[in-house]
């Protein structure tokens, strides 16, 4: 595995859990923090950290005689994918191996297959970004890093000053979330329509679509932050837009192998994909008990990691849980203030829908207001009656109202 971070991590334990003989390997020598500390080396036989040297690095792992590579997370999408080729193990199409992980590539390999993506270009300065702008009549429009996560420096712009400083701040930024500096920018229209992930699997070409979600986002200081997450049907008519239009841009975008997680938002026009990774979604952990027959993301990449035709026979419900209404919802932390004690864990444990809290943040953190994931305390998920999700829901961000993260709470 390649970056077993964030949900590699979850990964790392379903993979030595099935018993299999785990090495890990590390993309980059340096691997930023908001990935780094989820790293668990338990599950791994051997870890090999980061060789800089790929020919070596091959050569060893060729003397391992691995049978199958993933990544865990983002980071390591790419790395993954060279050394499956130089393996000669399963890998993606090598045709326009960027369309995976570059936003702008992403959005063309789709148009020029004839599917719904922005329009946008890949820019490396605000002249060029602004000039794209005035030419495209004005309007509302979205700056992104080409190659990044966690909607890190992703910004809503509306005139020529607020494009050219967040295309500026994008480039002049010292590090992304996956570590790397943005040689480039993004601009893109502004799509507008409720937004939805898929997660998938997919072998030999085929894909199995497991799962799909509904975003709800908000708007805070011109950042698209998350909010929360009620699955959908997939035998929905929705469902089955989203089913249909996914699978065809997995197949547009190389996708001939794995997991991936597409965010696409449906138009007034139709689907059109925002974003794809070629990589188990993130935050993947789901609460044990509530919905027996569903196949999580990770439990799918498990099975095929160890027997890649597997997954087509895989047995997928067209909707994680009937009966009651399921909430995802993310933490929103108001002020920038250290967070001295976890005992708001317990607090959210309480509410009475809450299935699970899944906090990201360590006791002791300077938490920051949150703009992006890296700034989300954490993840809960609720379940119940409508009436009661939506109660526990309210509670929730009144007491974010109080800076439940960095005041001590008590319950009540
Ligand atoms: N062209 C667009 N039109 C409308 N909304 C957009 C557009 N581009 C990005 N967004 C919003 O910003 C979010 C983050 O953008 P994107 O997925 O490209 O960045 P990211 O760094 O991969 O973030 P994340 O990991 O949170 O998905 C999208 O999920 C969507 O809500
Ligand atoms: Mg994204």
Not at 62 to 79: F, H, M, N, Q, Y
Not at 143 to 171: I, Q
Not at 231 to 249: E, H, K, N, Q
Not at 316 to 324: D, E, K, L, Q
Request: contains cysteine.
């Amino acid at each position: 595995m390649v970056d077993a971070y964030s949900t590699g991590r979850l990964l790392t334990h379903e993979l030595a859990g099935r018993g299999a003989h785990l090495i890990h390997v590390q993309s980059s020598p340096r691997i930023p923090e908001f990935y780094r500390r989820t790293f668990d080396p338990d599950g791994f036989a051997l870890d090999l950290g980061h060789d800089p040297s790929f020919a070596a690095l091959v050569r060893t792992l060729k003397e391992l005689e691995i049978d199958a590579i993933a990544p865990g997370t983002e980071t390591g999408v790419r790395s993954a994918e060279q050394l499956a080729v130089a393996l000669g193990l399963a890998h993606n199409s090598q045709t326009a191996p960027e369309s995976r992980w570059d936003k702008e590539a992403m959005a063309a390999a789709l148009r020029d297959a004839g599917l719904g993506a922005p329009d946008g270009l890949r820019v490396g300065s605000e002249a060029q970004a602004v000039e794209w702008y005035r030419a495209g009549g004005g309007g509302r429009v979205v700056v992104k890093p080409a190659m990044s996560a966690g909607s890190d420096g992703v910004r809503l712009c509306h005139d020529e000053r607020s494009v050219a400083e967040a295309v500026g701040a994008v480039l002049s930024s010292e590090s992304n979330l996956l570590g790397r500096t943005n040689a480039e920018a993004v601009v893109q229209e502004l799509l507008t329509g409720p937004e939805y992930y898929v997660n998938t699997i997919s072998a030999d070409g085929r894909h199995q679509i497991l799962e799909a979600w509904r975003y709800h986002k908000k708007r805070v200081a011109g950042s698209p932050i998350y909010d929360y997450d009620v699955p959908v049907d997939l035998s929905s008519d929705i469902g089955r837009t989203l089913c249909d239009y996914v699978r065809r841009a997995l197949t547009a975008l190389g996708v001939h192998h794995g997991p991936a997680h597409a965010e696409v938002i449906i138009t007034r026009e139709g689907p059109k994909l925002i974003d794809i990774g070629a990589r188990p979604a993130g935050c993947a952990d789901f609460p044990a008990g509530i919905a027996p027959d569903r196949v999580g993301q990770v439990e799918a990449t498990a099975s095929w990691l160890m027997d890649p035709a597997s997954v087509h026979d895989l047995s997928i419900p067209s909707a994680p849980c009937t009966g009651i209404e399921l909430r995802r919802v993310a933490m929103i932390n108001g002020r920038r203030a250290p967070m001295t004690s976890l005992a708001w864990v317990d607090v959210l444990r309480e509410l009475p829908t809450a299935a699970m809290v899944c906090p990201r943040a360590a006791q002791g953190d300077l938490l920051e207001a949150t703009r992006d994931l890296a700034t989300s305390p954490g993840f809960l998920y609720l379940a119940g009656t409508g009436d009661e999700v939506e109660r526990d829901y309210r509670r929730l961000r009144a007491l974010e109202g109080r800076h439940l993260y960095t005041e001590q709470q008590t319950a009540g």
